[in-house]
């Protein structure tokens, strides 16, 4: 299992790095302001993306449960009914898309603040919201085949492929954005890198998996009943997440200018591949628990959520901690010294939620999808949803984006209680056992982390890029340190100390 995670790390890894180098050279080569239109139009166009009806998700799961019982019919007819479904929506995106583009000038880029955008700007912005509208539909059936890799927890390959999509990304926005700086030249290599990662795992497919056919040759009426039953809960779920986290950019753009949006962009800039990065476990969880509810296998799954739930927050620990300390340094290095203050603060407000929400939603949401218990996980996501964008409806118009930021932090906090009571719910084990395995430790053990980024922060002084990666290397060595030799010193499910004392007095005696 801690093969497969890994390298879902290692694909996260390769995006985080990616977004390091693109963001600040998109924001340079576009302007403030057009990078924050970029960023409403993505926004705006991710809405089409529920029509994908939660297929992929779906997918998953019914064909993990046909792998583990060797039906290869069963799997190919829920593959050849995903596709059918993937390609009519599709070109519904279309039809809706086209009128999505009216809504988005209506609303914004006829608004006075946008109007001031040179009209070079505001055309181009158009044509790639056609152009986004149109990667979107085809990818719904060109990302099904991930799913068939994910039921086959193939994620080493799968991940290599993804990889590869990634860093043409890199080459080719730095390459045709140096000659062409235009707002259309994102969502074109975006739709490239579709098209490319698509026919590598296809490619790939029909070489390891020649039971599986993908087509539309076995598709069956009866299966899509099967798969939308459960894959509602997924659309649900992308609804949830859209009103949490997308719409902000929107509501920002009703009430302020497109350079505000950036500004909360890059404050919010980290938790998108932060949460990919938590989603490498979800990924992995969601398949390892299907198997076990099948053998009845609670007392694993219970480990698994207790284990893996405390790993989370390990990771997301020392990312938080940095973040919340010299998240506005680094924005002001990494981009350019105005956002110090400008987008530090949304860091430091967001990032304690996200550490709280994404701790808890890495291992506890795919559990609950394992083993069929999507539906209160899912609505609660839903209404969390429409706390937040109610709560930034309002907030933003007195407090600006800093209430955007309020309200999208409290919310999330909120979900991350509910999420947790469910699953220990449903694995029949206390809130209370869970935060005195996962929470207890961990909480006293970031506290000389802690203190020792205030100590460089407010004492010393913290001032360029030597400083903040000399500030990392020493959080990282004293947070392994203080994890090894006391959080998880003696624990029943991963001694770090006993497996190092292990590996070491092994290497002596070889």
Request: aromatic share 10%; net charge positive.
């Amino acid at each position: 299992m801690l093969k497969h995670i890994g390298s879902n790390w290692a694909l996260s890894i390769t995006g985080i790095t990616v977004m390091l180098v693109l963001s600040p050279f998109m924001e340079h080569v576009l302007g403030k302001g057009e990078y924050g239109v970029w960023i409403a139009i993505a926004a705006a166009t991710g809405i089409l993306d529920l029509l994908a009806l939660g297929v992929p998700m779906a997918s998953v799961r019914f064909v993990s449960e046909h792998l583990a019982a060797d039906e290869i019919d069963e799997v190919n007819a829920v593959v050849s009914t995903g596709l059918a479904i993937c390609l009519a929506t599709g070109a519904v995106v279309v039809a809706l898309g086209l009128l999505l583009l009216f809504g988005f000038q209506e609303v914004l880029l006829t608004t006075p603040k946008w109007a001031e955008l040179p009209p070079a700007t505001l055309d181009q912005a158009r044509l790639a919201f056609v152009v986004s509208v149109a990667r979107i539909a085809a990818s719904f059936a060109m990302r099904l085949p991930i799913a068939i890799f994910d039921a086959h927890q193939d994620f080493a390959l799968r991940n290599g492929i993804l990889m590869g999509g990634i860093l043409f990304r890199l080459v080719a926005m730095i390459g045709l954005l140096s000659v062409n700086a235009s707002i259309a030249v994102v969502p074109a290599v975006m739709s490239v890198e579709v098209v490319l990662v698509f026919l590598g795992l296809a490619t790939v497919m029909r070489r390891r998996y020649p039971g599986i056919r993908y087509g539309l040759g076995a598709v069956r009426r009866a299966k899509v009943r099967t798969i939308m039953s459960f894959g509602v809960f997924g659309s649900l779920l992308n609804f949830g997440v859209l009103l949490a986290y997308q719409c902000d950019a929107l509501v920002i753009g009703r009430y302020l200018d497109p350079e505000q949006i950036t500004s909360f962009d890059f404050g919010n800039k980290f938790f998108l591949p932060l949460g990919q990065f938590m989603i490498g476990i979800g990924t992995v969880v969601m398949p390892f628990a299907v198997r076990l509810k099948a053998r009845g296998a609670l007392d694993e799954l219970r480990v698994v959520f207790f284990k893996w739930s405390k790993i989370s927050l390990s990771i997301v620990g020392c990312a938080g901690l940095y973040l919340s300390v010299l998240g506005p340094e680094f924005l002001g290095t990494w981009i350019a010294p105005a956002y110090e203050t400008e987008s530090g603060p949304i860091t430091q407000i967001l990032m304690p939620s996200f550490a709280i929400y994404l701790t808890v939603r890495a291992v506890a949401l795919p559990v609950l999808l394992g083993v069929g218990r999507p539906a209160r996980a899912v609505g609660g996501l839903v209404v969390m949803g429409v706390v937040n964008l109610a709560l930034s409806l309002v907030l933003v118009r007195t407090h600006g984006i800093i209430g955007v930021a309020v309200a999208t932090a409290v919310p999330n906090v909120l979900y991350a209680g509910w999420l947790l009571y469910l699953a220990c719910l449903e694995l029949d084990c206390s809130v209370g056992a869970y935060l005195r395995h996962v929470v207890l430790r961990p909480a006293l053990g970031m506290l000389p982390s802690l203190a020792f980024l205030l100590t460089l922060k407010l004492a010393v002084g913290i001032d360029g890029w030597a400083e903040l990666i000399a500030a990392g290397l020493g959080l990282v060595v004293l947070y392994c340190a203080t994890w090894v030799f006391f959080v998880y010193r003696g624990d029943p499910h991963l001694d770090l100390r006993a497996e190092l004392a292990a590996r070491l007095a092994a290497r002596r005696g070889g």
